[in-house]
């Protein structure tokens, strides 16, 4: 199965529901902009928690290309620090494991496909042993799919 998140160039919509440490609910939106340089993927992503204070979340993860399933990336956060993690591609998946440099924190996201411009995100942190925070976002691809090959995914 071909992927076109991360893999391909262009803009995602997010939206969706992020979820704190007492599991309140927030209604979230964002984008995330994919751009690939010879050496290096950048994923530039933002997430905006509404009903927080009007939180936004910027991060701007640094990814080295596939060369098989998986691979590597990095990113820092102002409140993590330095972040590293690894993708791997399972059939319709994209499965990301990351941990911040000082090991405190970890987490998860899976990125499912559901159409070659859609999926579903699911994530979480944890600090320690204790849930920082879980998320459930649908990406949505925000560019001009009529540039892709793979008709046969279309819903």
């Known amino acids: ?61 640094q990814v080295v290309p596939f060369s098989g399933d998986v691979t590597e990336w990095s990113s820092f956060d102002p409140s993590m620090g330095l972040l590293y993690g690894r993708y791997i591609v399972v059939r319709d998946t994209i499965i990301s494991n990351f941990r911040s440099e000082d090991g405190v924190y970890s987490g998860t996201e899976c990125m499912i496909k559901l159409y070659e411009h859609k999926y579903q995100v699911r994530g979480f942190i944890f600090k320690g042993n204790s849930k920082v925070s879980s998320w459930s976002l649908t990406l949505t691809a925000k560019f001009d799919r009529g540039n892709w090959n793979d008709e046969s995914e279309r819903p």
């Open 1 to 61: 199965m071909r992927h076109t998140y991360l893999f391909k160039e262009g803009s995602w919509e997010a939206k969706g529901t992020y979820y704190d440490q007492l599991n309140r609910e927030y209604p979230v939106n964002g984008e995330s902009t994919i751009t690939h340089e010879e050496k290096l993927w950048i994923n530039q992503s933002s997430i905006r928690l509404l009903g927080i204070d009007s939180s936004e979340l910027v991060n701007r993860y």
